[in-house]
Structure formats: C-alpha cells, structure tokens
C-alpha cells in the first residue's frame, strides 16, 4: 500500500527539489499534502496534473499521514514535528532540531540503513546536515580497509543552503556589484554580502569559537559513523556559488594508503563518482557534475610528507544529496522494509 505523505515547507527550496525528485524516481503515495507557512495558504502548486492547495502549518491536522517530511527551518520543527509524531506520522526531518537527540536516529542510508529497521522511539527520522552527509559517505568505503581516525573539513557552501532568498540575495548582490562596483549590497541572509566574496561564518557563532555548521559536522559524522572517538574539525566558508557544496577533506588512517586501491574502493562506493584523470577530469566543480543525485569525489591524493594521510575533494548537490534525497532514500527504505505498517499503538 502506498503512504500518505505531507511536505512541511513545500514551497522552499528544498520542498520543492522534493517534488522533482518524486517525479524522477516515481515515488508512489496514495495523497500528497504541502504544508508551508500561513503566507502560502490557500495558493496552489501543480504536480502530476493536479493542483494542490497548500495548507498551513499552524492548523494541519497530522492525523492519517504516515510520512511528513519536514524541511521549514530548525524553530518550525521543533515546534511542530513532535506534534506530527504524536499524531501517528513518522517524521522524517531536515533541520538540526534532533539530529543529535537518543532517540532520534541520525541516518545516511548508504552509511549506517541498518538504522531503518526499527520504528524510532521519537518517531522521527534525522536527516544530517548538508555538509555532513558527502563527507560520511566518501569516507565510508575507506574507512574498513585503512581505519579512519582523524578528519579535517574546509567547506565551500553555495547559497542555496540558506533557501529560495539566499540564492536571491546572491544573484541580486551580484547584479547589482556588476552594474556598479561601489553600490551597497544587503546581506540579511549572509552575515556579509556574499556576491563576489566569502563569508566563514555559516550559522551562530558558539562560545567555542566554532560556528554551529561546524559544530554539527563534527558531532554529526561521529553519530552517523557510530564512532564517539573520532577527531574531527572542520571550517566552514559560504562561497558564492548558487548550489552544489564542495569541501576539502583531509583524513589520518591507522594504516597506510595506497592511491590504486583508495580508487578502486571509491569506486566501489555506493552512489559515488570517482574523478581521476588529466586536467579537469581530476576533479568535479559545482557547475559541471553530471548526475546530481551522487556524491562526487575528486582530487585524490596520498599526502606527500604522511603516507597514513590523503586529501578528498567532494561536491554534492547539498538541497539533493544533502537534504531532500536522503530523506527520500530514508522513505524509500522505510517503504520497502514494511517498517509503516509496523506502527507503534502509542503513535
Ligand atoms: P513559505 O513559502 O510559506 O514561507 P527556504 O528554505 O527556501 O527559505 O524555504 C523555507 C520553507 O519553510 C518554505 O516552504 C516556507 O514556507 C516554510 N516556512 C517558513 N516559515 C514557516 C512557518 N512558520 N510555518 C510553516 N512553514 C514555514
């Protein structure tokens, strides 16, 4: 039997990559409902040949839905997607609202599916963060054979990780930077311009002198990778790129590397795309990688002075990969392994 499904943020960004995703892998549901803010209420979205009338947050009724997908905002799901829980829905959610909750699990299906098994206790599935989800997945190939012990992060992240009026700002920063090099641009969804800059500071800054986007990378990768121990520190840079985040991964291993089988394990790896090759082919860029839907590693080396270390360059469609496919590969999974309609009474 098909699910009942609700979109909570619909209209976004990444509400709306859901829907072509639906389109492209076919996901089948018996209803659809889009659910955004109450200034979105009563307009329509077309899909499949239908019109679709969104609803409001504040007033949906979650009873009946056996998945909603929340992709509001971290103070929209932690106001509402416990709620939708309670009412019987299971809860698949992009925010950071629970990512690090017991018992909520935190889940890339291509690194820790064994997570799907089961009904979660919170009734509600954790999606990792954008920048999290390519990094865990690039290492997992490699880390059985060489032992993964110590990760570095330097992030380039597009503008679209801020949604529909980040992407905005930028193009219209940029418009305006190219008209008149002097004229003053806003910045109310960067912290500074970004058009024709960077901006290393993505989310709130915490007393440690970390941002929070940081912060999650760290203590994400070592939920996902059901290693408490693992050193990991990361830098996290906007850059004005429209969408696809890229980063530079470094990585220390307890055993040696050899670049022919780093290769060969990359390429291996599901839903991973291995560039290795003269010039441009070495690596993969925003604007030019081919099938969004995969993880993109280029750049692979074994460092020159530590033959225990290497360096990843990874781009990924962050509102895809890192936000509404995985999620829709958690449904997926969720579907196929019967878990909807082994519902906990109490949910
Ligand atoms: P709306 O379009 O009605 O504001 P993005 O990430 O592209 O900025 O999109 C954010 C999404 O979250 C949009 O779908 C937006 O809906 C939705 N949203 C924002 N605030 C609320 C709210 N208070 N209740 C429900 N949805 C919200």
Same mark, same amino acid.
């Given at each position: 039997?098909?699910?009942?499904?609700?979109?909570?943020?619909?209209?976004?960004?990444?509400?709306?990559?859901?829907?072509? &995703?639906?389109?492209?892998?076919?996901?089948?549901?018996?209803?659809?409902?889009?659910?955004?803010?109450?200034?979105?209420?009563?307009?329509?979205?077309?899909?499949?040949?239908?019109?679709?009338?969104?609803?409001?947050?504040?007033?949906?009724?979650?009873?009946?839905?056996? !998945?909603?997908?929340?992709?509001?905002?971290?103070?929209?799901?932690?106001?509402?997607?416990?709620?939708? $829980?309670?009412?019987?829905?299971?809860?698949?959610?992009?925010?950071?609202?629970?990512?690090?909750?017991?018992?909520?699990?935190?889940?890339?299906?291509? %690194?820790?599916?064994?997570?799907?098994?089961?009904?979660?206790?919170?009734?509600?599935?954790?999606?990792?963060?954008?920048?999290?989800?390519? %990094?865990?997945?690039?290492?997992?190939?490699?880390?059985?054979?060489?032992?993964?012990? /110590?990760?570095?992060?330097?992030?380039?992240?597009?503008?679209?990780?801020?949604?529909?009026?980040?992407?905005?700002?930028?193009?219209?920063?940029?418009?305006?930077? +190219?008209?008149?090099?002097?004229?003053?641009?806003? #910045?109310?969804?960067?912290?500074?311009? &970004?058009?024709?800059?960077?901006?290393?500071?993505?989310? #709130?800054?915490?007393?440690?002198?970390?941002? &929070?986007?940081?912060?999650?990378? !760290?203590?994400?990768?070592?939920?996902?990778?059901?290693?408490?121990?693992?050193?990991?520190?990361?830098?996290?840079?906007?850059?004005?790129? +429209?969408?696809?985040?890229?980063?530079?991964?470094?990585?220390?291993?307890? =055993?040696? &590397?050899?670049?022919?089988?780093?290769?060969?394990?990359? =390429?291996?790896?599901?839903?991973?795309?291995?560039?290795?090759?003269?010039?441009?082919?070495?690596?993969?860029?925003?604007?030019?990688?081919?099938?969004?839907?995969?993880?993109?590693?280029?750049?692979?080396?074994?460092?020159?002075?530590?033959?225990?270390?290497?360096?990843?360059? !990874?781009?990924?469609?962050?509102?895809?990969?890192?936000?509404?496919?995985?999620?829709?590969?958690?449904?997926?999974?969720?579907?196929?392994?019967?878990?909807?309609?082994? /519902?906990?009474?109490? $949910?």
């Amino acid at each position: 039997t098909q699910p009942v499904v609700a979109i909570v943020g619909a209209t976004g960004a990444v509400g709306t990559t859901f829907l072509e &995703l639906f389109e492209e892998r076919s996901f089948q549901f018996k209803e659809l409902h889009l659910v955004a803010s109450p200034r979105s209420a009563g307009k329509t979205i077309q899909f499949r040949g239908k019109s679709y009338e969104i609803k409001n947050l504040e007033t949906f009724d979650f009873t009946g839905i056996d !998945i909603a997908f929340f992709s509001a905002g971290t103070s929209i799901s932690k106001k509402s997607a416990r709620r939708a $829980a309670q009412q019987g829905a299971l809860v698949i959610d992009n925010t950071n609202a629970f990512r690090m909750d017991a018992d909520t699990p935190l889940v890339v299906p291509q %690194v820790n599916r064994h997570q799907l098994q089961n009904w979660p206790t919170s009734g509600i599935y954790a999606n990792p963060n954008c920048a999290t989800i390519p %990094v865990v997945r690039a290492l997992k190939p490699l880390d059985p054979v060489f032992g993964v012990k /110590k990760v570095i992060i330097s992030t380039y992240q597009a503008a679209s990780g801020q949604g529909l009026t980040g992407i905005e700002e930028l193009r219209e920063g940029t418009r305006q930077l +190219i008209a008149d090099e002097k004229s003053v641009v806003k #910045a109310e969804r960067f912290q500074v311009p &970004l058009a024709f800059n960077l901006v290393p500071n993505i989310d #709130a800054m915490q007393e440690t002198g970390f941002t &929070l986007e940081e912060q999650k990378m !760290i203590q994400e990768s070592r939920k996902i990778m059901e290693r408490p121990d693992l050193y990991v520190s990361s830098t996290a840079v906007r850059v004005p790129v +429209i969408n696809c985040h890229s980063e530079a991964v470094y990585f220390e291993c307890e =055993r040696p &590397l050899e670049l022919e089988r780093m290769l060969e394990l990359l =390429r291996g790896g599901e839903e991973l795309q291995v560039y290795y090759g003269p010039g441009a082919e070495n690596y993969p860029t925003p604007r030019t990688v081919r099938n969004q839907n995969d993880v993109h590693v280029g750049r692979i080396r074994v460092d020159a002075t530590n033959k225990n270390a290497g360096w990843l360059w !990874i781009v990924s469609d962050n509102l895809r990969v890192g936000a509404a496919l995985n999620a829709l590969q958690i449904a997926e999974e969720v579907i196929a392994n019967g878990l909807l309609a082994r /519902k906990p009474l109490a $949910a």
